[in-house]
Nanobody
Framework: QVHVVESGGGMVQAGGSLRLSCAAS????????MGWYRQAPGKERELVAS???????NYADSVKGRFTISRDNAKNTVYLQMNSLKPEDTAVYYC???????????????WGQGTQVTVSS
C-alpha cells in the first residue's frame, strides 16, 4: 500500500522561508519521480516542481530561483525548500508520485493529504 505524507507547512511573513517534506512508502522510491503541486483558493491545482529518480528537476516559472526541490533516497523523502516567499504562494501544497514520462500527475499516481502554506504581507 502506498502512502505519501507531507509535513512542514505553516505561516510565514513575505520574504521568509519554509521547507516542506514528503515521506513516501510502498513504492521503489529511488526509481520514482516525485512532484509538488499547490492549490490556492478558487484556483486550479498547479505543478510547482518535479524531480526524477536521477534528481533532474523542473520548476514552474513562478517559483524558479526561489524554490528548490530535492530528494533523499535513503530516507524515501522529497523536499521543497521555499525561499523569498510571496503572498501569492499561499496555497495547500501536495506531494505526489509522478509515474508518467511527462512528469504530470495522472490517475495512477498517489497524493498526500496536503499541507497549508500561508504567506502574510
Amino acid at each position: 500500500q502506498v502512502h505519501v505524507v507531507e509535513s512542514g507547512g505553516g505561516m510565514v511573513q513575505a520574504g521568509g522561508s519554509l521547507r516542506l517534506s514528503c515521506a513516501a512508502s510502498g513504492i521503489i522510491f529511488r526509481f520514482t519521480s516525485m512532484g509538488w503541486y499547490r492549490q490556492a483558493p478558487g484556483k486550479e491545482r498547479e505543478l510547482v516542481a518535479s524531480i526524477t529518480g536521477g534528481s533532474f528537476s523542473n520548476y514552474a516559472d513562478s517559483v524558479k530561483g526561489r524554490f528548490t526541490i530535492s530528494r533523499d533516497n535513503a530516507k524515501n523523502t522529497v523536499y521543497l525548500q521555499m525561499n523569498s516567499l510571496k503572498p501569492e504562494d499561499t496555497a495547500v501544497y501536495y506531494c505526489v508520485t509522478l509515474s508518467r514520462s511527462t512528469l504530470v500527475a495522472g490517475r495512477d499516481d498517489y497524493w498526500g493529504q496536503g499541507t497549508q502554506v500561508t504567506v502574510s504581507s
